[in-house]
């Protein structure tokens, strides 16, 4: 098993961060589950790396060309894989991995994990979605997706799709017991 993990660039203003990042690193190598991963070496995604490698884990960098040459690149990884723009990056992390953990990050994480939550809710794939909610990171964006279910806009079936823990220990178990929903179809012709 390999899991994707969208994280950001920085290291955020918390050290607490950086500490779930490398936390996790670590329980997905004594796990035996691989690490995909956006192939820095700087910010969250070097010290889930980082972390990962030290405790001898499967580890894979996918980074564009652009910013390879920028030298953010991790050098020390045995599979870094050079790309030629962010929509392949995106599109060969998803395929080599079987489920999406987002920890802390910007605005380029949230693209990535809204991505695939998207793919999911479309049936593209069946894997599961999920937020690491490093102390309470991601409370707000939690409450404003609970709005989009009361004001109509995502079917409570799809917000459920989204696994949200507060601990690496319940994060990889509910990712383990993740069941996709069977939804016949995405839409009612009488919502369009």
């Known amino acids: 098993m390999r899991l994707c993990v969208f994280c950001g660039s920085s290291s955020g203003r918390q050290a607490v961060y950086g500490e779930a990042a490398s936390q996790l690193g670590r329980a997905l190598a ?7 991963y956006g192939g820095a070496s700087v910010g969250l995604m070097g010290a889930v790396a980082n972390a990962a ?20 690149a991790h050098t020390a990884l045995d599979d ?13 992390m998803a ?12 605005v380029g994480t949230l693209e990535e994990l809204f991505e695939v939550w998207t793919w999911a809710q479309l049936g593209y794939h069946h894997k599961p ?9 991601y409370d707000r964006l939690i409450g404003f997706l609970d709005h ?21 220990d319940g994060l990889l178990a509910a990712i383990h017991a993740y069941t996709p929903p069977s939804v016949a179809k995405w839409i009612q012709r009488d919502e369009t």
């Not at 989009?148 to 949200?164: C, N, Q």
């Open 148 to 168: 989009l279910v009361e004001e109509g806009f995502v079917k409570p079936v799809y917000r459920d799709m989204l696994i949200v823990e507060d601990t690496i």
């Open 53 to 72: 490698l030290q405790a001898q884990g499967e580890v894979i960098g996918v980074i564009p060309r652009s910013l390879w040459e920028k030298e953010v």
């Open 129 to 137: 979605c999920a937020l690491l909610n490093t102390d309470g990171y």
């Open 80 to 92: 870094l894989r050079i790309v030629d723009s962010m929509h392949q990056r995106k599109a060969l």
């Open 30 to 36: 004594n796990a035996g589950i691989g690490l995909v």
């Open 95 to 106: 395929e080599l991995s079987d489920g999406f953990i987002a920890l802390p990050g910007g």
